[in-house]
């Protein structure tokens, strides 16, 4: 069945610094790709999304590029601050379905 | 503007036992959706909706039923709670796809955690 592998699984950077984390989907039909951000005892909340079409989607401090061909997707934070500290989950559509397959997720910790 | 309202919070159940996880959304979403939630394991699909009337399984639906009966609320039933059912459980919804029906973005509520010993 479809799978979405998420790397690395804990993530600690220097309060500045840029944090990547990677995904690797297996349905080549999928065309929607949201990343979410979890903070301690909330519901995941959509952060950035990127469609199938595009190959790179920014925002403010967080960007998202896409690589269809290999199937993998990446998120990435710049400038990071001590409130990025999170679990972060990417996901992807199951193709001709609204459901979605989510990574495992990475803890992402920024030291002040 | 309240979203997506889950109760409740926490729950311990024991084995054998029911019990109904609540979830309302006043967003007027079609699409509904029940995850749970293990440590290191992401977020794994129980059952979703596409709208009242409508609902189809997901990774996980085993030990688990669900009803829409109206646009604003999908139950989730646990009939005989197991150990293996210990899980955070998290309700989403969704408007109808945009662009171009690719988009579908999930409003996630806050969770229940449940226990079952």
């Known amino acids: 069945g479809e799978n979405v592998e998420q790397h690395p699984s804990t993530l600690s950077v220097q309060e500045g610094d840029s944090a990547v984390i990677k995904c690797t989907y297996s349905?080549?039909?999928?065309?929607?790709f949201p990343w979410y951000k979890q903070e301690l005892g909330k519901g995941p909340q959509l952060i950035i999304d990127?469609?199938?079409?595009?190959g790179e989607k920014k925002d403010q401090r967080i960007a998202v590029t896409l690589n269809k061909t290999a199937k993998h997707f990446s998120l990435h934070i710049t400038e990071t601050q001590p409130e990025d500290s999170a679990v972060y989950f990417c996901?992807?559509?199951?193709?001709?379905?609204?459901?979605?397959?989510f990574g495992t997720g990475t803890r992402l910790k920024v030291l002040a | 503007n309240a979203g997506v309202t889950q109760t409740p919070k926490f729950r311990i159940l024991k084995i054998g036992q029911s019990m109904t996880l609540q979830c309302t959304q006043d967003?007027?979403?079609?699409?509904m959706y029940w995850y749970r939630q293990d440590p290191g394991m992401g977020l794994k699909l129980i059952y979703y909706?596409?709208?009242?009337?409508?609902?189809d399984k997901g990774e996980v639906p085993n030990g688990y039923n669900v009803s829409r009966s109206t646009t604003e609320d999908f139950p989730l039933r646990l009939e005989l709670a197991a150990p293996s059912q210990t899980s955070v459980y998290f309700c989403?919804?969704?408007?109808?796809?945009?662009?171009?029906?690719?988009?579908?973005?999930?409003?996630f509520g806050a969770g229940t955690r449940l226990s079952v010993l």
């Open positions: 989403a919804s969704s408007p109808n796809p945009t662009s171009g029906g690719a988009k579908n973005i999930q409003y």
């Open positions: 967003m007027n979403h079609n699409y």
């Open positions: 990127i469609r199938s079409n595009v």
């Open positions: 909706s596409v709208g009242a009337g409508i609902t």
């Open positions: 996901a992807a559509r199951v193709s001709g379905t609204y459901k979605y397959i």
């Open positions: 349905d080549s039909a999928s065309n929607y």
